[in-house]
């Protein structure tokens, strides 16, 4: 059984900094991307960031783009999401997605990605 488990989100103020994980429990990146979306309260999950596991070609949504970073971490076989000059809109609970594939087809569509963690939540004050 897969499990995604994502850790690292908190209270911070504007203009701070935090540093998402993404690890997993049943399955090897090697031959998928990793996914960040975020989900704030009344709005769609919507996706910020995504990797490729194999090569490392990074993807992001322009609210994420020259601020955040997503990267591997091959010793703890994990994906992070380096989220600097946060914003109160950036507030939302982030969670990690796996999909199959290294091409990056499909990379920011929430359907093509089959496993989920639970979130984390990420506040921003103001």
């Known amino acids: 059984q897969v499990q995604l488990v994502e850790s690292g989100g908190g209270l911070v103020q504007t203009g701070g900094s935090l540093r998402l994980s993404c690890a997993a429990a049943?399955?090897?990146?090697?031959?998928?991307?990793v996914g960040w979306f975020r989900q704030a309260p009344g709005r769609e999950r919507e996706f910020v960031a995504a990797i490729v596991w194999s090569g490392g070609s990074t993807y992001y949504a322009d609210s994420a783009k020259d601020r955040f970073a997503c990267s591997r971490d091959f010793a703890l076989s994990s994906v992070k999401l380096q989220m600097n000059s946060l914003k109160p809109e950036d507030t939302a609970v982030y969670f990690c997605?796996?999909?199959?594939?290294?091409?990056?087809?499909?990379?920011?569509?929430?359907?093509?990605?089959?496993?989920w963690g639970q979130g984390t939540q990420v506040t921003v004050s103001s």
């Open positions: 997605a796996v999909k199959r594939g290294s091409n990056g087809w499909g990379i920011r569509r929430l359907d093509e990605y089959i496993y």
């Open positions: 049943g399955l090897t990146f090697s031959g998928y991307s």
